[in-house]
């Protein structure tokens, strides 16, 4: 945020509200429950790839192309349902960088070699993930339980919350196809920037991330998935600032700038409270943690884990 946007209190504030909504919001929700299996096991291969690929579009490099599909090749194996949408957004987002392109052969036959690339890639990490389990354990990989939580979450239903209409996730959605059209707009007057295409990139990431709340449509998992939508809103507000100070603009214009800047100086606003209040929390969970007088549940934990563990044996 403080290199793509040209408003340095923008990229502060849109920093904050990310911090306040992706993060100690939920915290605050859920009534202190980290949630890992969202942080980071779903949370660190999007969230880098956000960092590398702005990189990747200000400055190319051919290392950074490769060794940005390896690593999200493997992000795929880490987690599905976050690595494959995470891989595929930065496929599209070559592919459409290389749209801006004057010679249509030219840009399908580099669209071709991304995709062909990613392909490849891909193919590279599983064979080569395959061979090493094979010769360490003896057997490949069964990857038909790859696709156990999916069939048993988004197929049979097992905790699954439905969607409803005309709650928060529709506004989340907006701003997603507001920036897919931002792209476009940028598509169609040639102006292939990397703001532009790091738009495109948020856009189609957000919407490959959310089917993690479509799964189980529960506000506090939303609190964790929209955060690609944060970064969204910080770009819009930079860029609607940046449009107020060069010329006059509609009225429409500054009613945006306006409710852009409310929910996110709001949130940003918002975060100091809510570090005092976890900050507070933190410490009651330590004086516990610390606390000598230990509870009957937890010996009554002790004893059985004696029990049924073997002696040497780590818990």
């Not at 005092?276 to 009957?296: L, Q």
């Amino acid at each position: 945020l403080a290199r793509i946007c040209e408003n340095k209190l923008a990229a502060f504030v849109g920093f904050a509200a990310l911090l306040f909504n992706g993060w100690f919001s939920y915290v605050k929700h859920s009534n202190m429950d980290l949630y890992f299996q969202y942080f980071p096991i779903r949370f660190v291969f999007p969230a880098l790839m956000v960092l590398l690929a702005w990189r990747q579009l200000r400055r190319p490099s051919r290392w950074l192309y490769w060794g940005l599909l390896v690593f999200l090749a493997v992000g795929v194996l880490w987690n599905l349902d976050a690595g494959l949408p995470t891989l595929l957004t930065w496929t599209a987002t070559l592919c459409f960088a290389e749209l801006f392109g004057d010679n249509w052969r030219s840009v399908a036959r580099r669209i071709a070699g991304h995709l062909a690339a990613a392909g490849c890639v891909l193919t590279a990490v599983v064979v080569l993930y395959s061979s090493v389990i094979r010769m360490r354990y003896g057997a490949f990989p069964d990857y038909e339980q790859f696709f156990y939580y999916q069939r048993l979450y988004f197929v049979a239903g097992l905790y699954k919350l439905p969607m409803t209409s005309a709650l928060t996730w529709v506004l989340v959605a907006l701003i997603y196809l507001t920036g897919l059209a931002y792209a476009a707009f940028a598509l169609a007057a040639r102006q292939g920037t990397p703001r532009a295409k790091m738009v495109f990139l948020l856009s189609v990431l957000g919407i490959g991330l959310s089917t993690y709340f479509q799964g189980r449509s529960h506000p506090g998992v939303l609190l964790l998935a929209w955060w690609p939508c944060q970064l969204l809103l910080a770009l819009f507000l930079d860029d609607l600032l940046l449009r107020l100070k060069e010329k006059p603009v509609s009225v429409l214009a500054w009613f945006a700038t306006v409710v852009l800047a409310w929910f996110l100086v709001g949130s940003a606003v918002s975060l100091v409270p809510e570090v005092r209040s976890i900050g507070s929390a933190i410490d009651a969970h330590y004086r516990v943690m610390f606390n000598h007088k230990v509870p009957p549940q937890r010996q009554e934990e002790a004893a059985l884990l004696a029990r049924l563990v073997p002696p040497g044996e780590k818990v």
